[in-house]
């Protein structure tokens, strides 16, 4: 697994697209924190690094699909998993080091907003006047949040040849999962089960996780979903039906 993880580190770290992906990240995340009117921290006038771990979540789930799409799909449509399928690997190591690989590239993406965290670190009166404890919860919720995604673009990689078919699946996916309950639940006719239909969202434990306290409930629930798409992955693999 080592071996092909590196393989498509590699192939990530080659590609145009994988350094499209960190740049719009760095620049759509940073734009609201330090530039936009109505959301940059300077305007806002508190230390914190709330405005970034909202419009980082959901630049993740925009981006993380352009680089999951190709992850088995082009190997599909190149005739190239045959080949792979056949040397001595197991499917779990190949789906694994294909999605760790996708997962390094965007834990990548998300260095350069440390300095974001000194800046306002250095900003704050005094300086240090920041909840370290929040912002660091907030990082371990986003890099989750990040595996979710890229378990759901890695199986939507899996079930189709087109990488433009498998980036709008995940793009879907996505948004139902992070945002589609939350939604859901604010229809008046499901004002009764509305608590529990939005905790069955990526937003809410990502929320959660934002707030200073890591609670172990969020963590697994995060770990399960992507457990359950990447298990989804394995078992369209094993169907061969492609």
Known sequence: MISLYIKELSTYLYSF?????????????????????DTNVLDYGYADMEIFFTYA???????????????FAEEKKDGTIEFLLTKPISDWHLLLGKYFAACTILAIALLPSLCFYFSIYTLG???????????????IGLMLLAGVFAS??????SVSNNQVLSFIL???????????????????????????ISQLGLDYHYLSLSKGLIDSRNVLYLI???????????????????
């Open 224 to 242: 399960s979903i992507t457990c359950i798409m990447l298990v989804s992955t394995k078992l369209t693999l094993g169907s061969r039906n492609w």
């Open 57 to 71: 979540a959901v630049a993740y789930m925009l981006l993380t699909p352009a680089i999951t799409m190709r992850s």
């Open 17 to 37: 697209t994988a350094y499209v992906v960190m740049i719009v990240f760095v620049l759509f995340t940073g734009m609201f924190l330090w530039v936009f009117p």
């Open 125 to 139: 009166d005094p300086p240090g006047n920041i909840d370290s404890a929040a912002v660091f919860s907030s990082y």
């Open 170 to 196: 995940s793009l879907a996916i996505n948004y139902v999962l992070f945002d589609g309950f939350a939604r859901l639940s604010s229809l008046g006719f499901l004002s009764s089960t509305s608590a529990f």
């Open 152 to 157: 759901v673009g890695i199986f939507s990689s």
